[in-house]
């Protein structure tokens, strides 16, 4: 049974084949992958500068593969890569380095740093996760695409646990530094920290019960200029695919235009299946049956759960 993954192809380390069409095929189905998003790179030069400047942040959020790739790229184009190798990497290493995803805490392993709460498995949960850790008053840095969801922005704003720079906590802060807080922020905490040029804080009477973060966009979603091509020449060698997964809500819209012109009639036989909550919620909005949503975005489970959407009963 052939089904259709609108995704860019990777190669795993140690299979040498892309981990979802491995998965798949474990359940006898063929899978295909058709890329349906580009990127193009942003503001370079001043995330350079922010990762320069580790003492300025309590930490780094990442939840995609392509804010990975902005710092590679950010440290190669500002000549930095030895920098980072020597000492920025470490220092980054004394705080905490959130993902979203094994894909990212993939990427993040690869430039030296330590990934945590990978297995969140979405904006939603990591933010929880988020909040009944982090303690600093400095900001978490959080480079991102220009279509990000304010989810996670929203709820570090609205349901973090306290304030850095409340005066009821200061002395337990500084106590904490000699705990395990030490072991990952150093032997500062950073409380009472300097304020930074051009980073926005707010104030304790205002920034009560919120985790601080600093926002900077590093890139953004544009459409694949082979998705048509690709598509009819799926669907001219391939025919009608059992199943189609999306992976994010601006791949669904950039492609499902040419989805429903080739499919015309026979759409109905089509299940939709979503990698998350977020892209099946864009499927629903588009009138699309949402056949599956996979429990965690991950190979296994997107595998696991297409299986049972095309079986009788669904899931």
Known sequence: ??????KDPKEDDDH?????????GLYGLEATLIPVLSFEFLSLPSFSEKLSHPEGYGGLIFTSPRAVEAVKLCLEKANKTEAWKTSLKEKWNLKSVYVVGNATASLVSKIGLDPEGE???????????????????LPLLFPCGHLKRETLPRMLKDKGLFP???PALMGAHREGCHGAF???????CGCDPPLQAGTRRSRPE?????VPMESITVYQTIPHPGIQGNLNSYYSQQGIPASITFFSPSGLSYSLKHIQELSGDNIDQIKFVAIGPTTAHALAAQGLPVSCTAESPT???LAAGIRTALQPHGC
Do not use: F
């Open 1 to 6: 049974m052939k089904v259709l993954l609108l």
């Open 16 to 24: 040498g084949q892309d981990p979802y069409i491995r998965e798949l």
């Open 119 to 137: 297995n969140c498995g979405n904006a939603e949960k990591l933010a929880e996760y988020i909040c009944s850790r982090e303690s600093s008053a």
């Open 164 to 166: 850095s720079t409340h």
């Open 182 to 188: 030490a072991r990952k922020r150093g032997p500062w």
């Open 206 to 210: 205002e920034g009560a019960g919120r």
């Open 299 to 301: 190979p296994r489970a």
